[in-house]
T-cell receptor
Framework: QQQVKQSPQSLIVQKGGISIINCAYE??????FPWYQQFPGKGPALLIA?????SEKKEGRFTISFNKSAKQFSLHIMDSQPGDSATYFC???????????FGSGTQLTVLP | GAVVSQHPSRVICKSGTSVKIECRSL??????MFWYRQFPKKSLMLMAT?????????EQGVEKDKFLINHASLTLSTLTVTSAHPEDSSFYIC?????????????FGPGTRLTVT
């Protein structure tokens, strides 16, 4: 019940295309859903996050879509660029005092 | 803002020795810090949660006598890998929460690559 399932494991997109990564969860106590971007040999960096009281949040080229009834959320990267090539992790948190539960990660490659 | 540093970034040690990794929140106070371990092409595995002034809470399967965690101040937590062995070689990452904001955001350090020979 604590798991967050992430797909796909890897994704190849042409420059300018849309990258879509999906996550699903079971624990209805989760109330904070961040996405992290990680480059090789670096720590994860918070990209964007959403709370379940909204269905969508957009920051620049990055958008989170959240479906509470389906217990799914996704990251959309518009106009994908080669510099976006990285590993992306979704995560969920059941409260501010608790630790994050991470998805398994998606390795995104954006071809020039 | 919200910068977390780790030191060292890379360390190579001989089997049987101990290694200390520092995690600092540079521009905020962190009542809670987390330590993760990451294997190549894998997700982050939480090792322990560290609260300032109290004992760390370890995840199941993590040896607390091997991975000593100290959170002596609101800006510093340390992870000491005692009697390191080659199987302890990994990428160790810390994260911290900004106590002042009372929000959910966790900020991650750049990681420490430990190689035990």
């Amino acid at each position: 019940q604590q798991q967050v399932k992430q797909s796909p494991q890897s994704l190849i997109v042409q420059k300018g295309g849309i990258s879509i990564i999906n996550c699903a969860y079971e624990n209805t106590a989760f109330d904070y859903f961040p996405w992290y971007q990680q480059f090789p040999g670096k720590g994860p960096a918070l990209l964007i996050a959403i709370r379940p009281d909204v269905s969508e949040k957009k920051e620049g080229r990055f958008t989170i879509s959240f479906n509470k009834s389906a217990k799914q959320f996704s990251l959309h990267i518009m106009d994908s660029q080669p510099g976006d090539s990285a590993t992306y992790f979704c995560a969920a948190n059941p409260g501010s005092a608790r630790q994050l539960t991470f998805g398994s990660g998606t390795q995104l490659t954006v071809l020039p | 803002g919200a910068v977390v540093s780790q030191h060292p970034s890379r360390v190579i040690c001989k089997s049987g020795t101990s290694v200390k990794i520092e995690c600092r929140s540079l521009d905020f106070q962190a009542t809670t810090m987390f330590w993760y371990r990451q294997f190549p092409k894998k997700s982050l595995m939480l090792m322990a949660t560290s609260n300032e002034g109290s004992k760390a809470t370890y995840e199941q399967g993590v040896e607390k006598d091997k991975f000593l965690i100290n959170h002596a101040s609101l800006t510093l937590s340390t992870l000491t890998v005692t009697s390191a062995h080659p199987e302890d070689s990994s990428f160790y990452i810390c994260s911290a929460r900004d106590a002042g904001k009372g929000t959910y955001e966790q900020y991650f350090g750049p990681g420490t690559r430990l190689t035990v020979t």
